[in-house]
Nanobody, 126 residues
Framework: QVQLVESGGGLVQAGGSLRLRCAAS????????MGWFRQAPGKEREFVAA????????YYADSVKGRFTISRDGAKNMVYLQMNSLKPEDTAVYYC???????????????????WGQGTQVTVSS
């Protein structure tokens, strides 16, 4: 079955960096859009970034544009989220996501998602 397993979260000071990893398995993802969402306490899960597995086009929420970079390694079936210049408001559980039929990627909603990872906590201290 499909598995998305995140790693790389942790505690970092404001201005620091983290690299999240998502190991994808269980099927061929060439027709999928892979993404990262996050959910802070008391808030709804929100879109962060996405990448088309085939072609590599990338998409970012305005709140992370210029600071975060999403990438994938097809040979290893891995998706990465490099997070730089982290801010306390980036604190959240970050989830890896996969979907085959995302319409407007920048408006990708959680309920549209085929597969989720279990999440990894990112905490940014001020």
């Amino acid at each position: 079955q499909v598995q998305l397993v995140e790693s790389g979260g942790g505690l970092v000071q404001a201005g620091g960096s983290l690299r999240l990893r998502c190991a994808a398995s269980g099927r061929t993802f060439s027709m999928y859009v892979m993404g990262w969402f996050r959910q802070a306490p008391g808030k709804e899960r929100e879109f962060v970034a996405a990448i088309r597995w085939s072609g590599g086009n990338t998409y970012y929420a305005d709140s992370v544009k210029g600071r975060f970079t999403i990438s994938r390694d097809g040979a290893k079936n891995m998706v990465y989220l490099q997070m730089n210049s982290l801010k306390p408001e980036d604190t959240a559980v970050y989830y890896c996501a996969a979907d085959r039929a995302v319409g407007s990627i920048l408006e990708w909603q959680p309920y549209e998602t085929d597969y989720w990872g279990q999440g990894t906590q990112v905490t940014v201290s001020s």
